[in-house]
């Protein structure tokens, strides 16, 4: 007799496999040969990208800002889930689950904040030494 937790687990590894093979099958349908993908066209000179990019003419440039913008919004929405995890703290009046629930989002906040910075580090160390700067923007 097979327990019901071996026919869920050989479940789900079926399905676990099934969506492996449609991502390959995927992949290998949709993917582009690297070696004959034009990625740059003839009109995409290094001023008409620094122009249309507001001044930023390489790729690593370009990249650093993007990836610095997401990390200023996750940021963001970091320091508004402290804030809202304070309002729950004072506004739980002691109650127990409330007070539970409120600590669990500052700390997870306080631990999205450090992974935030920490990646912002990371990102503008590697890039900055691939662009030779001496100081992150």
């Given amino acids: 007799m097979v327990s019901s937790l071996t026919k869920t687990t050989v479940k789900q590894g079926a399905i676990v496999l099934g969506l492996m093979a449609f991502g390959l099958i995927a992949l290998h349908l949709f993917s582009v040969d690297i ?8 009109e995409d000179v290094p001023q008409n990208v620094a122009d249309a990019t507001n001044g930023e003419g390489s790729f690593r440039t370009l990249a650093r800002t993007m990836v610095n913008f997401f990390l200023y919004f996750l940021g963001f929405l970091a320091t508004l889930m402290i804030i809202y995890g304070g309002v729950l703290y004072v506004t739980s009046a002691g109650n127990d689950e409330g ?12 631990v999205g904040i450090v992974v935030i910075l920490l990646s912002y580090a990371i990102v503008n160390t590697v890039i900055g030494a691939g662009v ?4 992150s923007t």
């Fill in 35 to 42: 070696a004959h993908a034009q990625l740059i066209s003839t």
């Fill in 132 to 135: 030779g700067d001496q100081a």
């Fill in 99 to 110: 007070v539970g629930k409120a600590k669990k989002i500052l700390i997870y906040a306080v």
